[in-house]
């Protein structure tokens, strides 16, 4: 899968750090999120945690609007246009502004899940997919992207009920999988691929080591 640039090429933030968290279903992405807010504080730095979908007013009914199985069938485009409303709220509302202040954003999913889950989990065409993401995002972009790779059937087994997403096809998930194993692939400087199934300590320790770089733009 080839990346397309934003409105004005990709953006990486001057001042503060973005890192994001991604991989399917149940893969650990809000554990690992956790323990490096928890190494970064307990290091002196300033950090905001978040998510996506939810993690602004508007975000939640968003969130809640995209997961309720309530909600039943969403046309594709639709499901993509709620994403990307609740991604350019986000950054305009919280993650710009943190990273402005000189902090550590890290956050649970970005602009990748949508290309992964919306693009070739839809299979909606995802260079559009794309444009739409970068552009309510304005092109903005982690400095680091920690994909937490593991099997659809292994993750999904993690859940007793499941959400809309979650209760996709098996199929749908395994694309989703590969969609972001390519994306890594095709930009390895600001991707960091590790296998879920390691320890929680072992997967913490490598984004660890992979952070420390980037801490020269964070403020303590």
């Known amino acids: 899968m080839t990346s397309a640039p934003g409105p004005t090429g990709p953006v990486y933030a001057e001042r ?4 994001c968290f991604e991989g399917g279903e149940g893969s650990g992405k809000s554990t690992q999120s956790g323990r490096l807010r928890d190494w970064l504080l307990a290091e002196g730095y300033a950090v905001r945690l978040t998510f996506e979908p939810g993690d602004t007013p508007v975000g939640r009914e ?9 909600t039943g069938v969403l046309a594709d485009r639709t499901e993509a246009l709620l994403y990307a409303a609740d991604k350019a709220e986000h950054v305009e509302t919280l993650v710009l502004p943190a990273l402005q202040r000189g902090e550590v954003v890290i956050t649970d999913r970005y602009v990748d899940s949508t290309l992964a889950y919306q693009g070739a989990g839809r299979a909606l065409a995802v260079e559009e997919v794309e444009a739409v993401a970068r552009w309510a ?10 994909v937490l790779d ?8 993690r859940f007793a009920e499941r959400d ?26 600001h991707y960091l691929v590790l296998d879920a199934r390691a320890p929680v300590a072992e997967i913490a320790e490598r984004v660890r080591d992979a952070v420390r770089p980037l801490l020269v733009q964070a403020v303590r």
Request: proline fraction near 7%; aromatic fraction near 6%; hydrophobic fraction near 40%.
């Open 16 to 19: 503060g750090v973005f890192v």
């Open 62 to 70: 968003v969130r809640r609007i995209v997961l309720s199985p309530e």
């Open 137 to 146: 995002t304005g092109g903005l972009r982690p400095h680091l992207t920690v």
């Open 150 to 157: 593991l099997a659809p059937e292994a993750g999904l087994g």
């Open 164 to 189: 809309r997403i979650e209760g996709e096809s098996l199929e749908f998930h395994q694309r989703v999988r590969e969609a972001f194993v390519a994306m890594a692939t095709d930009d390895p400087d």
